[in-house]
C-alpha cells in the first residue's frame, strides 16, 4: 500500500478509514506498513480532515481492537497457529520466540516495552493469549504503548506534514 492510496482513501473515506486501514496494520498483515500508515494520517489530521486528538484516538482504538483480537486468537488456539505460522514464515520464528519470552520474563511490562518495538508489536498479544494473561491489564498495558507509538508516529505526520510525505513517497 502506497502514500497515494493511503491518501485516498483518507480522502475519499474519511475518520473510519484511519480506523480500518490501522486496524488492520495491528493484524499484523503484509501491506499495512505503521511507517507509512500513522504518518499519512497525521499528514491528513494537519491539511484540516480531522482533528489531531480525533486522528490518534482513532488509531489507539483501531490498535487496541487489532491487538484485543489477536489476544484472543492467542487464547483460543494460539499455539497451533503459531506452529502453523513460523512453518510457513521460518523468518518469523525469532521474532515469535523473542515476543513469547519477553512476555514469559516480563509480563506486563513485556506487553507495554513490547508495543513499542517494531514486529513485536504486533505479534505480541498472541503469546499473551497463549500465557492466559489477565485480559483487563494485558488491555491497559497494551493501551499505554499502543498510545505512545501512535503518538509519536501519528504526530511526527502531523507537525513534519510534507517533508514526511516526501520521505514517505520516494
Known amino acids: 500500500m502506497d502514500t497515494q492510496i ?9 475518520a ?5 486501514i490501522v486496524f488492520l496494520e495491528y493484524l499484523n498483515l ?7 500508515i500513522l504518518p499519512m ?6 491539511q484540516g480532515g480531522i482533528g489531531f486528538g ?22 483460543l488456539g494460539g499455539e497451533f497457529l503459531l506452529t502453523r505460522h513460523i512453518k510457513k514464515f521460518p523468518k518469523l520464528k525469532r521474532a515469535i520466540d523473542q515476543a513469547m519470552e519477553q512476555v ?7 506487553i507495554f516495552i513490547g508495543k513499542l518495538i517494531p514486529v513485536i508489536r504486533t505479534i505480541i498479544p498472541i ?13 491497559v498495558f ?25 520521505i514517505l513517497s520516494s
Open 6 to 14: 493511503i491518501t485516498s482513501y483518507f480522502h475519499q473515506y474519511g
Open 30 to 36: 503484509p501491506g499495512f506498513p505503521a511507517g507509512l
Open 54 to 75: 480525533m486522528a490518534l484516538l482513532l488509531s489507539v482504538l483501531a490498535g487496541l481492537c487489532g491487538s484485543s483480537l489477536l489476544y484472543f486468537v492467542g487464547r
Open 127 to 139: 503469546p499473551a493469549g497463549i500465557l492466559k494473561m489477565n485480559f483487563w491489564r494485558y488491555t
Open 142 to 166: 497494551s493501551v499505554f504503548g499502543i498510545t505512545i507509538w501512535n503518538l509519536v508516529l501519528v504526530g511526527a505526520g502531523y507537525l513534519l506534514g510534507d517533508p514526511v510525505l516526501q
Open 16 to 20: 473510519i478509514a484511519i480506523f480500518i
Open 104 to 110: 514469559k520474563n516480563k509480563g506486563y511490562i513485556g
Open 41 to 46: 494520517a497525521g499528514i491528513w489530521a494537519a
